[in-house]
């Protein structure tokens, strides 16, 4: 069976694809930094992925052998945009950097990007500048520099990870090791930080996606596309972004384009 690395694992779309990974055989290693409820499948590490220190606690408890890496873990924004960018992008990047030598070849990265990060084209130099910064960052200087407020946390971070998705796909630590990495953008999903994103983005965005749609999606929705990403099936999908968001990033594109 394949062995497969978890973050966010304790809740929503994390706690999803560890069930649906198991169910297909999978072995699971969850992070998170509270514990999953025991319905939820494999073996536990507690750390916090906004501590530039964690990615070398995690690589020290892990098997030598992984098959996929799924960066699932992310907050809203609502704890401030330092907090965001550690959390969604440098924390995972490092995780990624870290476990790099562990991944098998022919092995994967998924990171879960948002809908929020489609636009990243109208943020790019914003987002090269915070995807050049090698290693970890103070992110509360760079939140200085780049004068990100409370609500550009979320979609920057968004932006950032869609953008170094692309790059990591052909960097030598990952191509050359026959790493695939990619990306899933859900639209709204209904876990525990949808709260949060109507808090942050006002109600009225949040309906106006899920009116375009039809209804706002489900763990069970995303899952699937994660466990994908991570198979031989998709061993020709390479830098992607898939979005799984009932058609909502084509909604929004083709109001725009
Ligand atoms: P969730 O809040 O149910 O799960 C997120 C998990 O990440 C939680 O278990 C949380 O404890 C964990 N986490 C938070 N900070 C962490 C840290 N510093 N270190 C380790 N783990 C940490 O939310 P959901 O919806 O399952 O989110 C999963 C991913 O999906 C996130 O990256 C989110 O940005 C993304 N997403 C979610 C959408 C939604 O509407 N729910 C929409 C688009 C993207």
Redesign the pocket.
């Known amino acids: 069976g394949k062995t497969l690395l978890i ?10 694809t560890a069930l649906v990974a198991a169910s297909l055989g999978a072995e699971i290693v969850g ?4 514990a ?1 409820p025991a319905t939820v499948p494999g073996a536990f590490i507690e ?5 530039p220190a ?1 990615a070398a606690a995690i690589a020290a408890r892990l098997p030598a052998r992984l098959d996929a890496l799924c ?6 924004g609502v704890a401030g945009a330092a ?1 965001t960018l ?3 992008f440098y ?1 995972l990047r490092a995780l990624s950097e870290a476990l790099a030598p562990r991944i098998r070849e022919g092995g994967a990265i998924v990171n ?5 990060g489609y636009g990243w084209r109208a943020n790019l130099e914003r987002t090269k500048h915070l995807v050049g910064v090698q290693g970890f960052p103070d992110t509360a200087a760079l939140v200085r520099e780049f004068a990100l407020t409370e609500q550009d946390g ?1 979609p920057v ?2 932006e950032a990870l869609l953008l170094w998705t692309q790059r990591a796909a052909h960097q030598p630590l990952f191509r050359g090791r026959g790493i695939r990495v990619n990306a899933v ?10 709260g ?2 109507r808090a942050l983005f006002g109600d009225a965005r949040v309906d106006d996606d899920i009116t375009r749609v039809g209804r ?2 489900t ?1 069970p929705d ?1 899952a699937p596309a994660i466990a994908f990403l991570c198979s031989d099936g998709a061993r020709w999908i390479n830098g992607a972004n898939v979005p799984v ?1 009932g058609g909502l990033e084509a909604s929004v594109n083709a109001s725009v384009l």
């Not at 750390?47 to 501590?51: E, G, Q, T, V």
């Not at 960066?71 to 809203?76: D, E, H, K, L």
């Open positions: 973050t966010g694992i304790a809740s929503g779309i994390g706690a999803q992070v998170d930094v509270k999953p750390a916090d992925l906004s501590d964690a960066n699932v873990a992310g907050i809203s907090k550690a959390v969604n924390g879960v990007a948002s809908i929020a979320y971070s968004k953008s859900p639209g709204p999903v209904t876990t525990p930080i949808y949060e994103f706002p999606g763990a995303i968001d």
